[in-house]
């Protein structure tokens, strides 16, 4: 079946635009995740949906950042007013109801910002 | 504060031995530990996820140990091949239980030379 799917694959973007990041999860998962991995860091959460619930929004890092999840299914991280420290590959993952030990990553976004 | 940490350099082994990573933390009482597999432009793959409660985990070659005294936790591949040549992070629970909030090891590359 298919996995997780995101997109842009690749974003460009001028310091001071702002941007979208797409994530398709597998269907039917209840959980969605977003995280950030920056070069030889390792993977930073950021936000996490759980069906119809509040999202738990503790690990982003400012508020430039966003997120929301439509119909409980695509979700869309958008970031305001880009800065250079933004750079990095933005990784979102689901996981089925009940099963939220177990996460299934998308291939990733990765964001530029000159 | 909380730390996950990873041997950050490079494992370089011979193909058919067996490849030990290593995963330490401070200041968590994890629920389990997981291991994903990131290969280079790719989301993590999950692998294994051993619980507090155990001691040792098995799939195929790979091999988890756990041990919650010394905080530790032990990556095997054994009869290591080229293709299991990326890198391998290791992961827990952010909260107490089972959250879904992950917090990532930086880790380890493996290069399994034929």
């Known amino acids: 079946g298919a996995g997780v799917s995101q997109s842009p694959s690749n974003k460009v973007t001028e310091k001071g635009k702002d941007v979208e990041l797409r994530c398709d999860p597998i269907s039917g998962h209840t959980a969605l995740y977003w995280y950030r991995q920056s070069l030889g860091q390792g993977l930073e959460f950021l936000i996490y949906f759980q069906g119809n619930s509040a999202p738990d929004k503790s690990g982003l890092p400012s508020d430039r950042f966003s997120a929301e999840r439509t119909g409980g299914s695509v979700s869309t991280l958008t970031i305001q007013r880009t800065q250079q420290e933004d750079s990095a590959v933005y990784l979102c993952a689901s996981s089925p109801q009940g099963a939220t030990d177990t996460q299934y990553f998308g291939p990733g976004t990765r964001l530029t910002v000159l | 504060s909380q730390k996950i940490e990873q041997n950050s350099e490079a494992l370089n082994i011979q193909e058919g031995k067996t490849a030990t990573l290593t995963c330490n933390y401070t200041?968590?009482?994890?629920?389990?530990l997981q291991w994903y597999r990131q290969d280079p432009g790719r989301g993590p793959v999950f692998l294994l996820l051993?619980?507090?409660?155990?001691k040792e985990k098995r799939k195929e070659r790979l091999k988890v140990t756990f041990d919650t005294t010394l905080k530790q936790s032990l990556f095997h591949i054994t009869a290591s091949q080229p293709a299991d040549s990326a890198t391998y992070l290791c992961a827990l629970d952010k909260g107490s239980g089972n959250t879904g909030k992950l917090i990532f090891g930086q880790g380890t590359t493996l290069q399994v030379k034929p």
């Open positions: 200041n968590y009482s994890p629920a389990y």
């Open positions: 051993i619980r507090e409660n155990e």
